[in-house]
């Protein structure tokens, strides 16, 4: 196990609805990083959280937005939420130093009907 | 952006024989790469990280070159074992800590 807790692991909501994914990093560390995999493909880079601030972001709209909380947890925030968001919702948890590795959650598998 | 190409198709080897598996990547050189085993359902588990500076890397089994010249990473995993099955991902960095870009993965089915 990682450390990296994440919740829910399932979730099914209705097209326009708002959904809010949560993720606990590994103790120690304080750069959160939340990607999105659609079936059969590569994890894709949403943003990355270091101390309470984004750092960095992919390419993705700005419906899909973030936090990180003191304790270094996080959310994932998706409004509006369309067919195409169904996927595997992955954090990783890393300690912000260059060239470590990244430690990911299992996953909320988010469904869009 | 960074464009990375794993074969996209399975690759089927028998038990004990060495599994090589390919990662291309176009575009900037990444100050490192790493490779990460995913099994269904789960988040992937790093396996190992290998810098620009450096040729190859190796862990037990597992065996990673890098060739920036090529833009090329190899993946060796020798005596392969059923429990070895499971998706390969391959990751570069963007360009910070921590934030990368994944190949697709090459599905690695072992045979008993």
């Known amino acids: 196990e990682t450390g990296v807790t994440q919740s829910p692991t399932h979730l099914i909501k209705t097209r326009g609805q708002q959904v809010t994914l949560r993720c606990s990093s590994q103790?120690?560390?304080?750069?959160v990083s939340w990607y999105q995999q659609a079936l059969g493909q590569g994890p894709q880079f949403i943003f990355q959280y270091y101390r309470e601030e984004e750092n960095g972001r992919g390419n993705f709209p700005p419906r899909f937005s973030g936090l990180q909380f003191p304790n270094y947890s996080s959310e994932l925030n998706v409004n509006a939420l369309e067919l195409d968001d169904s996927a595997l919702y992955l954090c990783a948890s890393s300690s912000g130093t260059l060239n470590t590795e990244a430690f990911f959650g299992q996953g909320t598998r988010l469904t869009v009907v | 952006s960074q464009k990375i190409e794993q074969n996209s198709e399975a690759l089927n080897i028998q038990e004990g024989k060495t599994a090589t598996l390919t990662c291309n990547y176009t575009?900037?050189?990444?100050?490192?790469l790493q490779w990460y085993r995913q099994d269904p359902g789960r988040g992937p588990v790093f396996l190992l990280l290998?810098?620009?500076?450096?040729k190859e890397k190796r862990k037990e089994r597992l065996k990673v070159t890098f060739d920036t010249t090529l833009k090329q990473s190899l993946f060796h995993i020798t005596a392969s074992q059923p429990a070895d099955s499971a998706t390969y991902l391959c990751?570069?960095?963007?360009?910070?800590?921590?934030?990368?870009?994944f190949g697709s993965g090459t599905k690695l089915n072992v045979k008993p």
């Open positions: 103790s120690g560390h304080n750069t």
């Open positions: 575009n900037y050189s990444p100050a490192y």
């Open positions: 990751a570069l960095d963007m360009g910070g800590f921590n934030k990368f870009y």
């Open positions: 290998i810098r620009e500076n450096e």
